[in-house]
């Protein structure tokens, strides 16, 4: 058991008593800054609040505790860490604590700008203060790092190498080839958002300006297509069948589908529109106009488009299968639902045209 | 229409037997609300007993899908025959629920 000096002892009370001090603080900082990080829409992988453990304050002055004259000088008694998944994001939550909180640049580290002959993959913190209140005396930290940052100190942590005083030249060169991956995928990845978000820029006006067959076919394109309705007015065509009202429903499955018929680009799904549209009315009007049904999902349109395209194609039973399949997933009952579009189609005048 | 509710494995199970037809459809709607508390259950709709349903039929279904999904219960529909499971295909509804 080893003894407690005076100042660590002295030190240790002034926490306990100022512990509802520190547990209030930790409460109002977190608040302000998550409701800014909310309201400026940035995404978090994590956001975490602790006020420092007597056992832990206990070990660091143990350590060191020499270097402190008084407990508001240890100043990571109340911690915010901050993980967002963009490195962009890391700088962005950096000048929000700036507006929200008093900085003490003396004291605040932006680990991120390594010196050459350092190796690893550090966070940016601030010691920061409140701007008014009781509190404001007291300083806290914010650590900003990104989801990848957070892993490197996990394991950093874990493999426990930090604070060896050294170590072999290979595990040396190891870390910093470790570090310098991370570190470009974060980049990377914070590129590849930028691009992104141009891409769904351009794929938004091309869609808007009618410029169909100038956009590839993927998830963000069909998704802006049917942002254009394009289905309704052979929904509503349907629907006047028997007065049906039209449910809402979820179509990007038929992106699959789409793929399946190699279609490359908005261009392929205009013509198959254009071109396949009467009949699908016929073909939903000679099963419908029998029965009394006056609900309809929001793809009867699109299923219709795509079972009567399959039929003109020839892709017959098994082709009108592999769309159920798409659309419904691999059930036993998608083949009787195929000869059964077989049979109904065998009366339409499209058939005899095949 | 008869309707007889049970819970097995955690799971939440409605057997559905006759014509769920417009008429039927006011008193199934009550029937059917036992269904409404499922967080943590996942549902079943018996269907093997199920002779005919109507666009009243398809809104109780619909109606249940869309309190199940806020709650993040799943629902499946078992043993409903090739005439009704045309219902839900015609109507374009297949794909909104799990057929098993």
């Not at chain 1, 304050?57 to 008084?70: I, Q």
């Amino acid at each position: 058991m080893t003894l407690m000096s005076p100042h660590t002892a002295e030190l240790l009370d002034a926490y306990r008593t100022e512990l509802p001090q520190l547990e209030q603080l930790a409460e109002q900082a977190s608040n302000l800054l998550h409701n800014a990080l909310r309201e400026q829409n940035i995404q978090l992988n994590a956001f975490e609040i602790r006020v420092k453990s007597e056992e832990s304050l206990t070990g660091k002055l143990e350590k060191k505790g020499y270097k402190y004259r008084t407990i508001y000088d240890i100043t990571d008694l109340v911690g915010i860490r901050v993980v967002t998944y963009y490195t962009d994001d890391v700088d962005k939550v950096a000048v929000i604590t700036k507006q929200l909180f008093d900085i003490d640049w003396k004291n605040s580290v932006d680990k991120r700008k390594h010196q050459l002959n350092s190796f690893g993959y550090l966070s940016l913190h601030h010691i920061c203060y409140l701007k008014k209140g009781p509190l404001r005396s007291i300083p806290f930290e914010i650590q900003m790092r990104t989801a990848l940052q957070h892993v490197w100190s996990a394991i950093e942590h874990d493999i426990g190498y930090k604070g060896a005083v050294k170590l072999p030249p290979e595990f040396v060169r190891q870390f910093s080839r470790l570090a310098g991956m991370l570190e470009m995928a974060d980049d990377e990845f914070s590129r590849l958002r930028t691009t992104m978000t141009e891409y769904r820029r351009q794929v938004q006006s091309l869609v808007k300006s009618g410029h169909f067959s100038e956009v590839s076919l993927s998830t963000e394109s069909f998704r802006q297509f049917l942002e254009l309705h394009p289905f309704d007015r052979l929904n509503q065509r349907i629907a006047a069948v028997n007065q049906a009202e039209i449910f809402p429903a979820p179509m990007m499955q038929y992106l699959s589908v789409f793929e399946s018929f190699r279609f490359k680009d908005l261009g392929d799904v205009q013509k198959f529109m254009e071109e396949n549209s009467e009949d699908a009315y016929q073909l939903a009007l000679s099963q419908l106009a029998i029965t009394d049904l006056d609900i309809l999902s929001e793809s009867i349109g699109l299923q219709n488009l795509c079972l009567v395209y399959v039929i003109k194609q020839g892709g017959g039973l098994y082709g009108l299968k592999a769309v159920y399949d798409i659309i419904n997933g691999e059930q036993a009952s998608n083949i009787a639902l195929a000869e059964s579009i077989l049979h109904q189609a065998q009366q339409l005048p499209f058939m005899h045209k095949i | 229409m008869k309707t007889t509710f049970e819970e097995k494995d955690g799971k939440y199970i409605m057997h559905f037997e006759g014509r769920l037809d417009t008429a039927a459809s006011v008193q199934t709607e009550q029937e059917m609300k036992v269904l409404h508390n499922c967080e943590g259950h996942d549902i079943i709709l018996d269907c093997a007993q199920l002779e005919y349903i109507s666009s009243s039929g398809l809104r109780l279904f619909l109606g249940l899908l869309k309190v199940a999904k806020a709650k993040g219960s799943k629902v499946c529909i078992s043993g409903m025959n090739d005439n009704l499971r045309q219902v839900f295909a015609m109507t374009g509804f297949t794909h909104l629920f799990e057929f098993v």
